[in-house]
Protein backbone atom coordinates (compact mmCIF):
# COMPACT_ATOMS: atom_id res chain seq x y z
CA UNK A 1 0.00 0.00 0.00
CA UNK A 2 2.87 2.14 0.84
CA UNK A 3 4.48 1.73 -2.01
CA UNK A 4 1.55 2.43 -4.26
CA UNK A 5 0.68 5.66 -2.26
CA UNK A 6 4.20 6.82 -3.47
CA UNK A 7 3.66 5.99 -6.75
CA UNK A 8 0.72 8.07 -6.75
CA UNK A 9 2.53 10.88 -4.94
CA UNK A 10 5.66 10.94 -7.30
CA UNK A 11 2.72 10.99 -10.88
CA UNK A 12 0.99 13.39 -8.51
CA UNK A 13 4.15 16.25 -8.04
CA UNK A 14 5.10 15.50 -11.86
CA UNK A 15 2.04 16.03 -13.87
CA UNK A 16 1.75 19.28 -11.60
CA UNK A 17 4.95 20.45 -12.60
CA UNK A 18 4.47 19.84 -16.22
CA UNK A 19 1.45 21.55 -16.02
CA UNK A 20 2.81 24.93 -13.98
CA UNK A 21 5.55 24.86 -17.27
CA UNK A 22 2.86 24.93 -19.84
CA UNK A 23 1.26 27.70 -18.32
CA UNK A 24 3.77 29.95 -17.26
CA UNK A 25 4.92 33.02 -19.36
CA UNK A 26 7.84 33.15 -21.41
CA UNK A 27 10.90 34.23 -20.32
CA UNK A 28 11.22 38.21 -21.77
CA UNK A 29 13.13 38.03 -25.26
CA UNK A 30 17.00 39.70 -24.41
CA UNK A 31 16.94 43.04 -26.99
CA UNK A 32 19.11 43.60 -29.54
CA UNK A 33 21.18 46.76 -28.99
CA UNK A 34 20.51 49.47 -31.81
CA UNK A 35 23.12 52.27 -32.67
CA UNK A 36 23.84 54.11 -35.86
CA UNK A 37 26.50 53.60 -37.50
CA UNK A 38 29.11 56.30 -38.42
CA UNK A 39 29.57 57.11 -41.70
CA UNK A 40 33.37 56.05 -42.71
CA UNK A 41 35.63 55.82 -45.82
CA UNK A 42 39.30 55.05 -47.23
CA UNK A 43 41.10 58.07 -49.47
CA UNK A 44 43.61 57.73 -51.63
CA UNK A 45 46.52 60.42 -52.79
CA UNK A 46 49.23 58.17 -55.16
CA UNK A 47 51.58 61.27 -55.38
CA UNK A 48 51.76 63.10 -52.23
CA UNK A 49 55.63 63.01 -52.15
CA UNK A 50 57.99 63.80 -54.73
CA UNK A 51 61.89 64.32 -54.52
CA UNK A 52 62.61 67.95 -53.59
CA UNK A 53 59.10 68.68 -53.34
CA UNK A 54 56.54 70.65 -50.75
CA UNK A 55 53.58 68.60 -49.95
CA UNK A 56 50.63 69.42 -48.62
CA UNK A 57 47.45 67.75 -47.63
CA UNK A 58 43.90 69.56 -47.38
CA UNK A 59 40.55 67.72 -45.94
CA UNK A 60 37.06 69.24 -45.86
CA UNK A 61 34.49 67.76 -43.69
CA UNK A 62 31.07 68.12 -45.72
CA UNK A 63 29.14 65.95 -43.36
CA UNK A 64 26.46 66.98 -40.10
CA UNK A 65 29.04 65.91 -37.66
CA UNK A 66 32.88 65.47 -36.88
CA UNK A 67 34.84 63.03 -38.25
CA UNK A 68 38.19 61.42 -36.95
CA UNK A 69 41.11 61.13 -39.79
CA UNK A 70 43.96 59.05 -40.11
CA UNK A 71 46.52 59.53 -42.47
CA UNK A 72 49.09 56.54 -43.41
CA UNK A 73 52.14 57.93 -45.02
CA UNK A 74 55.14 55.95 -46.28
CA UNK A 75 58.16 56.86 -44.20
CA UNK A 76 61.78 57.16 -45.26
CA UNK A 77 62.59 54.35 -42.91
CA UNK A 78 61.15 52.00 -40.39
CA UNK A 79 57.17 51.60 -40.29
CA UNK A 80 53.96 53.87 -41.86
CA UNK A 81 54.34 57.57 -40.72
CA UNK A 82 50.85 57.61 -38.91
CA UNK A 83 48.97 61.25 -38.63
CA UNK A 84 45.75 61.40 -36.48
CA UNK A 85 43.34 64.87 -36.30
CA UNK A 86 39.65 65.26 -35.90
CA UNK A 87 37.63 67.51 -38.36
CA UNK A 88 34.50 69.29 -37.22
CA UNK A 89 30.96 69.58 -39.29
CA UNK A 90 31.59 72.20 -42.08
CA UNK A 91 35.35 72.06 -41.33
CA UNK A 92 38.96 72.11 -43.11
CA UNK A 93 42.10 70.93 -42.57
CA UNK A 94 45.31 71.84 -43.72
CA UNK A 95 48.59 69.85 -43.47
CA UNK A 96 52.23 69.49 -44.90
CA UNK A 97 53.84 65.84 -44.79
CA UNK A 98 55.74 65.01 -41.92
CA UNK A 99 59.78 65.67 -42.49
CA UNK A 100 60.27 61.60 -42.16
CA UNK A 101 57.97 61.02 -45.44
CA UNK A 102 59.75 58.59 -48.06
CA UNK A 103 60.49 60.87 -50.71
CA UNK A 104 58.19 58.79 -52.92
CA UNK A 105 55.27 58.34 -50.99
CA UNK A 106 51.68 58.06 -50.77
CA UNK A 107 48.76 58.54 -48.71
CA UNK A 108 45.60 56.33 -47.40
CA UNK A 109 43.65 58.57 -45.97
CA UNK A 110 40.92 56.53 -42.98
CA UNK A 111 37.98 58.75 -41.87
CA UNK A 112 35.03 57.54 -39.27
CA UNK A 113 31.99 60.06 -38.85
CA UNK A 114 31.02 62.62 -41.34
CA UNK A 115 32.11 62.84 -44.75
CA UNK A 116 35.51 63.86 -46.20
CA UNK A 117 36.83 64.84 -49.28
CA UNK A 118 40.57 65.62 -49.55
CA UNK A 119 43.16 67.30 -52.24
CA UNK A 120 46.90 66.81 -52.19
CA UNK A 121 49.54 69.16 -53.55
CA UNK A 122 53.18 69.36 -55.03
CA UNK A 123 55.42 72.42 -55.72
CA UNK A 124 58.28 71.39 -57.44
CA UNK A 125 61.20 73.15 -58.00
CA UNK A 126 62.97 73.71 -61.57
CA UNK A 127 65.60 71.21 -62.66
CA UNK A 128 68.33 72.13 -65.14
CA UNK A 129 69.68 68.69 -65.18
CA UNK A 130 69.72 66.02 -66.82
CA UNK A 131 67.15 68.14 -69.10
CA UNK A 132 65.50 71.85 -68.07
CA UNK A 133 62.10 71.40 -66.22
CA UNK A 134 59.92 73.81 -65.29
CA UNK A 135 59.10 73.76 -61.59
CA UNK A 136 55.31 74.66 -60.51
CA UNK A 137 52.22 73.59 -58.63
CA UNK A 138 50.33 70.67 -58.91
CA UNK A 139 47.04 69.28 -57.55
CA UNK A 140 44.58 66.42 -57.66
CA UNK A 141 42.25 65.03 -55.60
CA UNK A 142 42.40 62.07 -53.50
CA UNK A 143 40.50 59.08 -54.72
CA UNK A 144 38.74 56.28 -53.61
CA UNK A 145 40.02 52.79 -55.09
CA UNK A 146 37.99 52.82 -58.67
CA UNK A 147 36.59 49.47 -60.91
CA UNK A 148 38.74 47.07 -62.99
CA UNK A 149 39.65 49.24 -65.15
CA UNK A 150 40.95 52.97 -64.22
CA UNK A 151 42.25 55.17 -66.80
CA UNK A 152 45.27 57.91 -67.28
CA UNK A 153 45.06 60.06 -70.26
CA UNK A 154 46.52 63.43 -71.37
CA UNK A 155 49.79 62.66 -70.92
CA UNK A 156 52.82 62.98 -73.25
CA UNK A 157 56.77 62.00 -73.56
CA UNK A 158 57.60 64.75 -76.16
CA UNK A 159 59.69 67.23 -74.44
CA UNK A 160 57.87 65.82 -71.02
CA UNK A 161 58.23 62.97 -68.13
CA UNK A 162 55.61 61.14 -68.16
CA UNK A 163 55.51 58.60 -64.61
CA UNK A 164 52.47 56.77 -63.82
CA UNK A 165 52.05 55.87 -60.39
CA UNK A 166 50.02 52.85 -58.81
CA UNK A 167 48.91 52.97 -55.20
CA UNK A 168 47.10 49.84 -53.22
CA UNK A 169 45.35 50.88 -50.64
CA UNK A 170 43.91 47.18 -49.52
CA UNK A 171 45.05 45.22 -47.20
CA UNK A 172 45.81 42.03 -49.90
CA UNK A 173 48.23 42.59 -52.36
CA UNK A 174 47.01 43.73 -55.94
CA UNK A 175 47.76 42.05 -59.61
CA UNK A 176 47.44 44.41 -62.09
CA UNK A 177 48.02 44.81 -65.98
CA UNK A 178 48.75 48.37 -68.28
CA UNK A 179 48.29 48.56 -71.53
CA UNK A 180 49.46 52.20 -73.38
CA UNK A 181 47.83 54.22 -76.43
CA UNK A 182 50.42 56.05 -78.01
CA UNK A 183 49.51 58.75 -80.80
CA UNK A 184 46.86 55.70 -81.38
CA UNK A 185 48.81 52.46 -81.44
CA UNK A 186 48.22 49.97 -78.55
CA UNK A 187 51.38 48.64 -76.66
CA UNK A 188 51.03 45.90 -73.82
CA UNK A 189 54.65 45.70 -72.81
CA UNK A 190 56.05 42.51 -71.14
CA UNK A 191 57.27 44.58 -68.40
CA UNK A 192 53.66 46.21 -66.94
CA UNK A 193 51.74 42.61 -67.50
CA UNK A 194 50.61 41.08 -64.21
CA UNK A 195 52.86 43.47 -61.92
CA UNK A 196 52.20 42.97 -57.55
CA UNK A 197 51.38 46.24 -55.91
CA UNK A 198 51.73 45.33 -52.26
CA UNK A 199 49.26 46.29 -49.87
CA UNK A 200 49.95 49.97 -49.07
CA UNK A 201 52.60 50.72 -51.46
CA UNK A 202 53.35 52.96 -54.32
CA UNK A 203 54.70 51.86 -57.75
CA UNK A 204 56.10 54.25 -60.61
CA UNK A 205 56.51 53.50 -63.92
CA UNK A 206 58.07 55.66 -66.49
CA UNK A 207 56.03 55.77 -69.17
CA UNK A 208 59.22 56.82 -71.68
CA UNK A 209 60.43 53.70 -71.30
CA UNK A 210 57.66 52.11 -72.94
CA UNK A 211 56.07 54.83 -75.62
CA UNK A 212 59.12 57.34 -76.48
CA UNK A 213 58.00 60.55 -78.06
CA UNK A 214 54.47 59.78 -77.85
CA UNK A 215 52.11 63.24 -78.43
CA UNK A 216 49.62 61.66 -76.80
CA UNK A 217 49.64 59.04 -74.65
CA UNK A 218 46.94 57.30 -72.56
CA UNK A 219 47.59 54.26 -69.88
CA UNK A 220 44.71 51.61 -68.91
CA UNK A 221 45.48 50.02 -66.06
CA UNK A 222 42.93 46.89 -65.70
CA UNK A 223 43.09 45.09 -61.93
CA UNK A 224 43.31 41.43 -62.43
CA UNK A 225 42.83 41.26 -58.36
CA UNK A 226 42.16 43.25 -55.85
CA UNK A 227 41.98 47.34 -56.53
CA UNK A 228 44.38 50.50 -57.69
CA UNK A 229 44.24 53.67 -57.62
CA UNK A 230 46.35 55.34 -60.71
CA UNK A 231 47.54 58.74 -60.79
CA UNK A 232 50.12 60.68 -63.38
CA UNK A 233 52.69 62.64 -63.19
CA UNK A 234 53.89 64.87 -66.10
CA UNK A 235 57.11 67.57 -66.67
CA UNK A 236 57.79 69.65 -69.10
CA UNK A 237 59.37 72.93 -69.91
CA UNK A 238 56.41 74.67 -69.56
CA UNK A 239 55.06 73.32 -65.77
CA UNK A 240 53.75 70.02 -64.24
CA UNK A 241 50.50 68.41 -63.31
CA UNK A 242 49.14 65.85 -61.80
CA UNK A 243 46.49 63.21 -64.16
CA UNK A 244 44.28 61.83 -62.16
CA UNK A 245 43.06 58.65 -62.94
CA UNK A 246 39.45 58.00 -64.42
CA UNK A 247 36.95 55.60 -64.82
CA UNK A 248 35.42 55.23 -68.59
CA UNK A 249 31.66 56.03 -68.79
CA UNK A 250 29.24 56.62 -71.95
CA UNK A 251 28.90 60.97 -70.86
CA UNK A 252 31.86 62.77 -70.15
CA UNK A 253 32.21 66.02 -69.44
CA UNK A 254 35.41 68.06 -69.95
CA UNK A 255 35.58 71.45 -68.28
CA UNK A 256 38.63 73.76 -69.86
CA UNK A 257 38.99 76.61 -66.96
CA UNK A 258 40.71 78.61 -69.97
CA UNK A 259 39.83 79.02 -73.16
CA UNK A 260 41.83 79.94 -76.39
CA UNK A 261 45.68 79.89 -77.00
CA UNK A 262 46.90 77.49 -74.94
CA UNK A 263 43.93 75.13 -74.43
CA UNK A 264 43.30 71.64 -75.73
CA UNK A 265 40.95 68.88 -74.68
CA UNK A 266 41.29 65.06 -75.81
CA UNK A 267 38.90 62.44 -75.95
CA UNK A 268 40.08 58.66 -76.36
CA UNK A 269 37.51 55.53 -76.49
CA UNK A 270 38.20 52.66 -73.71
CA UNK A 271 37.17 49.28 -75.57
CA UNK A 272 36.98 47.10 -78.65
CA UNK A 273 34.43 48.75 -80.23
CA UNK A 274 33.66 51.92 -82.14
CA UNK A 275 32.28 54.85 -80.13
CA UNK A 276 29.16 56.80 -81.91
CA UNK A 277 30.03 59.95 -80.41
CA UNK A 278 27.40 63.46 -80.00
CA UNK A 279 29.82 66.53 -79.09
CA UNK A 280 28.92 70.15 -78.17
CA UNK A 281 31.03 72.95 -76.73
CA UNK A 282 29.06 74.71 -73.94
CA UNK A 283 30.33 78.03 -72.39
CA UNK A 284 28.32 80.74 -70.42
CA UNK A 285 25.99 81.82 -73.22
CA UNK A 286 25.64 79.33 -75.86
CA UNK A 287 26.21 75.76 -77.08
CA UNK A 288 27.42 74.52 -80.62
CA UNK A 289 28.20 71.53 -82.29
CA UNK A 290 32.15 70.76 -82.09
CA UNK A 291 33.01 71.55 -86.01
CA UNK A 292 34.75 68.94 -87.69
CA UNK A 293 34.34 66.19 -84.77
CA UNK A 294 33.48 62.41 -86.47
CA UNK A 295 30.45 61.05 -85.58
CA UNK A 296 32.34 57.78 -84.24
CA UNK A 297 35.70 56.81 -83.38
CA UNK A 298 37.42 53.52 -83.84
CA UNK A 299 38.45 51.61 -80.47
CA UNK A 300 41.49 52.53 -78.58
CA UNK A 301 41.49 56.15 -80.83
CA UNK A 302 41.50 59.42 -79.71
CA UNK A 303 40.78 62.98 -80.69
CA UNK A 304 42.96 66.02 -79.96
CA UNK A 305 42.13 69.25 -80.34
CA UNK A 306 42.65 73.17 -79.63
CA UNK A 307 40.05 74.95 -77.51
CA UNK A 308 38.40 77.85 -79.03
CA UNK A 309 38.55 80.80 -77.50
CA UNK A 310 34.96 81.91 -75.79
CA UNK A 311 35.56 85.22 -75.39
CA UNK A 312 38.37 87.05 -73.03
CA UNK A 313 39.79 83.27 -72.53
CA UNK A 314 36.93 82.37 -70.42
CA UNK A 315 35.86 79.13 -69.56
CA UNK A 316 34.70 76.61 -71.88
CA UNK A 317 33.12 72.79 -71.17
CA UNK A 318 32.45 69.77 -73.61
CA UNK A 319 29.60 67.57 -73.14
CA UNK A 320 30.46 64.20 -74.84
CA UNK A 321 27.58 61.08 -75.37
CA UNK A 322 28.42 58.19 -76.32
CA UNK A 323 25.13 56.68 -78.51
CA UNK A 324 26.41 53.10 -78.69
CA UNK A 325 29.65 51.13 -78.19
CA UNK A 326 32.42 51.63 -76.10
CA UNK A 327 32.69 54.35 -73.47
CA UNK A 328 35.24 57.25 -73.41
CA UNK A 329 37.35 59.33 -71.13
CA UNK A 330 38.55 62.82 -71.58
CA UNK A 331 40.98 65.57 -70.73
CA UNK A 332 41.50 69.57 -71.03
CA UNK A 333 44.85 71.24 -70.47
CA UNK A 334 45.33 75.18 -70.67
CA UNK A 335 48.42 77.32 -69.72
CA UNK A 336 47.63 80.78 -67.60
CA UNK A 337 50.67 83.39 -67.71
CA UNK A 338 51.02 86.97 -65.06
CA UNK A 339 53.75 88.65 -64.23
CA UNK A 340 56.03 87.42 -66.64
CA UNK A 341 55.46 83.69 -65.36
CA UNK A 342 53.03 80.77 -66.70
CA UNK A 343 52.06 77.56 -65.26
CA UNK A 344 49.84 74.74 -66.39
CA UNK A 345 46.73 72.73 -65.36
CA UNK A 346 44.45 70.08 -66.39
CA UNK A 347 40.87 68.95 -65.74
CA UNK A 348 40.18 64.45 -66.22
CA UNK A 349 36.51 64.39 -67.64
CA UNK A 350 33.78 63.49 -65.65
CA UNK A 351 30.38 61.86 -65.52
CA UNK A 352 27.80 64.13 -64.35
CA UNK A 353 26.15 63.79 -61.04
CA UNK A 354 24.05 65.93 -59.10
CA UNK A 355 25.86 65.93 -55.52
CA UNK A 356 29.53 67.21 -55.55
CA UNK A 357 32.21 68.40 -53.18
CA UNK A 358 36.26 69.35 -53.45
CA UNK A 359 38.66 71.34 -51.25
CA UNK A 360 41.73 73.33 -52.74
CA UNK A 361 44.82 75.06 -51.05
CA UNK A 362 45.14 78.46 -51.83
CA UNK A 363 49.13 79.45 -51.17
CA UNK A 364 49.74 83.18 -52.03
CA UNK A 365 47.86 86.64 -51.15
CA UNK A 366 46.41 87.32 -54.86
CA UNK A 367 45.05 84.25 -55.34
CA UNK A 368 41.66 83.75 -57.00
CA UNK A 369 40.17 80.79 -56.62
CA UNK A 370 37.01 80.32 -58.82
CA UNK A 371 34.39 77.25 -59.60
CA UNK A 372 33.00 75.94 -62.85
CA UNK A 373 29.18 74.13 -62.57
CA UNK A 374 28.05 72.90 -66.23
CA UNK A 375 24.76 72.43 -66.60
CA UNK A 376 24.29 69.66 -69.59
CA UNK A 377 21.19 68.45 -69.41
CA UNK A 378 18.51 69.94 -71.86
CA UNK A 379 15.90 72.07 -68.95
CA UNK A 380 17.72 74.50 -67.06
CA UNK A 381 19.22 73.23 -63.55
CA UNK A 382 18.87 74.94 -60.04
CA UNK A 383 21.94 74.63 -57.91
CA UNK A 384 22.65 75.62 -54.38
CA UNK A 385 26.45 76.10 -53.54
CA UNK A 386 27.91 75.76 -49.94
CA UNK A 387 31.39 77.50 -49.71
CA UNK A 388 33.45 76.93 -46.35
CA UNK A 389 36.49 79.12 -46.87
CA UNK A 390 38.44 80.78 -43.84
CA UNK A 391 35.89 82.90 -42.72
CA UNK A 392 33.42 80.38 -41.70
CA UNK A 393 30.69 78.77 -44.28
CA UNK A 394 28.70 80.98 -47.01
CA UNK A 395 25.74 79.57 -49.31
CA UNK A 396 24.47 80.83 -52.57
CA UNK A 397 21.92 79.39 -55.24
CA UNK A 398 21.79 80.24 -59.07
CA UNK A 399 19.90 78.47 -62.09
CA UNK A 400 22.33 77.53 -64.78
CA UNK A 401 20.45 77.58 -68.42
CA UNK A 402 20.11 74.73 -70.36
CA UNK A 403 23.52 73.50 -71.74
CA UNK A 404 25.38 76.78 -70.51
CA UNK A 405 27.74 77.15 -67.37
CA UNK A 406 28.52 78.96 -64.42
CA UNK A 407 31.65 80.58 -63.20
CA UNK A 408 31.51 81.38 -59.70
CA UNK A 409 33.87 83.47 -57.47
CA UNK A 410 34.34 81.06 -54.51
CA UNK A 411 37.19 83.02 -52.39
CA UNK A 412 40.30 85.77 -52.68
CA UNK A 413 43.43 85.45 -51.04
CA UNK A 414 45.29 82.77 -48.78
CA UNK A 415 43.64 79.44 -47.02
CA UNK A 416 41.78 76.74 -47.60
CA UNK A 417 38.39 76.21 -49.65
CA UNK A 418 35.85 73.79 -49.93
CA UNK A 419 32.67 73.81 -52.17
CA UNK A 420 29.47 70.94 -51.93
CA UNK A 421 27.61 71.74 -55.11
CA UNK A 422 23.84 70.32 -55.08
CA UNK A 423 21.77 70.03 -57.70
CA UNK A 424 18.20 69.24 -58.94
CA UNK A 425 19.91 67.04 -62.07
CA UNK A 426 23.25 66.08 -63.34
CA UNK A 427 25.98 69.12 -63.67
CA UNK A 428 29.65 68.98 -63.58
CA UNK A 429 32.03 70.60 -60.95
CA UNK A 430 35.64 71.89 -61.43
CA UNK A 431 37.60 74.36 -58.89
CA UNK A 432 40.33 76.30 -59.40
CA UNK A 433 42.98 78.68 -58.04
CA UNK A 434 44.93 80.61 -59.67
CA UNK A 435 47.84 83.42 -58.84
CA UNK A 436 51.06 84.83 -60.42
CA UNK A 437 53.78 87.32 -58.80
CA UNK A 438 57.45 88.15 -58.80
CA UNK A 439 58.09 85.27 -56.69
CA UNK A 440 56.20 82.88 -59.58
CA UNK A 441 52.98 81.36 -60.55
CA UNK A 442 50.74 78.77 -59.50
CA UNK A 443 47.63 77.13 -61.33
CA UNK A 444 46.15 74.24 -60.42
CA UNK A 445 42.49 72.75 -60.85
CA UNK A 446 40.60 69.47 -59.66
CA UNK A 447 37.29 68.42 -60.20
CA UNK A 448 35.06 67.33 -57.14
CA UNK A 449 34.00 63.54 -55.89
CA UNK A 450 30.92 62.81 -56.82
CA UNK A 451 28.71 61.58 -53.82
CA UNK A 452 25.38 60.61 -52.49
CA UNK A 453 23.89 61.79 -49.35
CA UNK A 454 24.21 58.80 -46.27
CA UNK A 455 21.62 57.43 -45.06
CA UNK A 456 21.49 56.23 -41.37
CA UNK A 457 21.81 52.72 -41.25
CA UNK A 458 20.84 50.47 -37.90
CA UNK A 459 23.79 48.57 -36.11
CA UNK A 460 21.98 45.33 -34.67
CA UNK A 461 23.42 43.43 -32.34
CA UNK A 462 22.54 39.95 -31.95
CA UNK A 463 23.23 38.73 -28.53
CA UNK A 464 23.12 35.03 -29.28
CA UNK A 465 26.15 35.01 -31.55
CA UNK A 466 27.60 38.75 -31.21
CA UNK A 467 27.55 39.23 -34.83
CA UNK A 468 26.03 42.98 -36.05
CA UNK A 469 24.12 43.28 -38.79
CA UNK A 470 23.81 46.61 -40.89
CA UNK A 471 19.91 47.57 -41.94
CA UNK A 472 19.72 50.25 -44.43
CA UNK A 473 16.68 52.63 -42.57
CA UNK A 474 15.85 54.32 -46.26
Known amino acids: MRLRLAIVLMLLLAGGTIAVDRVSPAKPARLSTVSLAPDAGLLTCPYLTE ?262 MAPAAYDFRVSVGSPIVAETTWTSSGSGTEDVASLPGVEPASQWAAVIGAFQPGTVTRAVIVNPRGVPSTVHITTIGPSGPTTQDLSIPSGRLADVAIGKGAGTFAVVVNADGPVAFGLRSVAFNANGGVSVAITGEAFTAPSSEAVVIDQRTGIPATISLR
Open 51 to 312: PNARAYLQLANIGAGPSSVRVTIGAANGPPIVVTTSVPASGTSSMGIPAGAASRAGAAIEFSGGEVVATHMLFLPKTTTPIARAGGAAAAPCARAGGEDVVVTGATTLGSDATLALFNPGAADADVSVSLIADGRVFQPFRLSRRVIQSRTREDFRLGDYAFNARTLTAIVHANAGRVVAEGLIRSATGVELLPGQIPANEVVAIAGQSGAGSTIGVTVIGNDDSGIDARILNASSQISVGGFPPSLPPEVGRFFAVPDQGS
